[in-house]
């Protein structure tokens, strides 16, 4: 069945741009996350969706920093005025309970490389 | 409060020869622990999972993981390395009723013919 799809695949920004990326649960998923990931390093946690309700976002670096999921499937990450240290894998996974409560694995997606010139 | 730590970013082996991946983690509650794969330019693939029950824990292309509370620990091990284990390993860490993970930084994994 299909996974978790992002796209774009690949983004180019110059410095001051806005720019949203986009990602597709796998179907019925209850739960939704953002991960970023600079290069060499371990994905950093974003923000936590539970259908439409963003449960979680204290790890949005900045506000410029916006998630939404309106409807309970698809998501938008939006970046605002980027910066040259926005540069990094955007990931996006999806779990098919509400919470952690049986260890629910995430099923990752392939990520979003988001360069900012 | 949670963190992982893998000792060692890059890991080289030979084909055929034993794969020990290193995570210890911190944790103020029992935790659940994870290990995923990345493949160049791919997701993240979950290799195995330790929730509760027996501390050790098999997964898939081989690959398996034991839990050791005492050590704070959670080891990737696999007795026989194949050229197509060669990816980025992650470790990560949730617990119960926290819906986000913490993962480590990565180890490398290298297997030469």
């Known amino acids: 069945g299909a996974g978790v799809s992002q796209s774009p695949r690949y983004k180019v920004a110059k410095r001051g741009q806005d720019v949203a990326l986009r990602c597709d649960p796998i179907?019925?998923?209850?739960?939704l996350f953002w991960y970023q990931q600079a290069l060499g390093q371990g994905p950093e946690f974003l923000t936590y969706?539970?259908?439409?309700?963003?449960?979680?976002k204290s790890g949005l670096p900045s506000d410029r920093f916006f998630a939404e999921r309106p409807e309970g499937s698809v998501s938008t990450l939006k970046i605002q005025r980027t910066q040259q240290e926005d540069s990094a894998v955007y990931l996006c996974?999806?779990?098919?309970?509400?919470?952690?409560?049986?260890?629910?694995?995430?099923?990752f997606g392939p990520g979003t490389r988001l360069t900012v010139t | 409060a949670q963190s992982v730590t893998q000792l060692g970013s890059h890991v080289s082996v030979s084909e055929g020869a034993l794969v020990l991946l290193r995570c210890n983690y911190s944790?103020?509650?029992?935790?659940?622990l994870f290990w995923y794969v990345q493949y160049p330019n791919q997701g993240l693939q979950l290799l195995l999972k330790?929730?509760?029950?027996?501390?050790l824990v098999k997964g898939i292309n081989g690959f398996e993981a034991e839990f050791k509370k005492s050590e704070t620990s959670f080891h990737l091990t696999k007795p026989s390395a194949h050229m197509s284990d060669a990816a980025e390993y992650f470790c990560?860490?949730?617990?119960?009723?926290?819906?986000?993970?913490?993962f480590g930084s990565g180890t490398k994994l290298n297997v030469k013919p």
């Open positions: 996974a999806s779990s098919l309970a509400g919470t952690a409560d049986s260890g629910n694995e995430q099923y």
């Open positions: 179907s019925g998923h209850v739960s």
């Open positions: 969706f539970q259908n439409e309700a963003q449960l979680d």
């Open positions: 944790s103020s509650v029992p935790p659940y």
């Open positions: 330790y929730t509760t029950g027996a501390t």
């Open positions: 990560a860490v949730s617990r119960y009723n926290f819906n986000k993970f913490y």
